[in-house]
């Protein structure tokens, strides 16, 4: 198995750029945490069926995506209460969504495994 790491495959076609609007719409669409995790976690799957390259360069590709759309849906949120809410506010958002960052791409990482796998398997049947 060859588990050289290209750049070019990371990077190649437009899994990445739709990866990081479905975590913006999910994270704004849905005002339920509840529904988040889940709907991370299969962005994640998504992303490691849509993916054709190797396992490390999928991951590698899952942290970048769910690292950028992460940080993103962070700063759009707090600009959003920031506005609404106030100062005060944007600065407790601040604060915790520093944890969400981490735990979000984690989440995103292991969809994608699972995705990995089950493309995999699906090749391998079909």
Do not use: H
Not at 25 to 50: E, H, Q, Y
Not at 72 to 84: A, E, F, G, H, Q
Request: hydrophobic letters at 50%.
């Amino acid at each position: 198995m060859n588990d050289n790491i290209n750049i070019k495959n990371i990077l190649k076609g437009k899994s990445i750029a739709l990866t990081i609007l479905m975590i913006l719409a999910c994270s704004l669409l849905t005002g339920d945490t509840a529904l988040i995790v889940p709907s991370i976690l299969f962005i994640g799957i998504l992303l490691g069926i849509m993916k054709k390259v190797t396992i490390n360069e999928t991951i590698i590709s899952s942290i970048l995506a769910f690292g950028l759309g992460s940080i993103l849906t962070m700063i759009v949120s707090l600009i959003n209460v920031y506005y609404s809410e106030g100062g005060l506010y944007a600065i407790a958002v601040i604060q915790y969504s520093w944890i969400y960052i981490i735990f979000y791409t984690f989440i995103g990482c292991v969809g994608s495994a699972i995705g990995y796998y089950l493309r995999e398997e699906i090749d391998k049947r079909g």
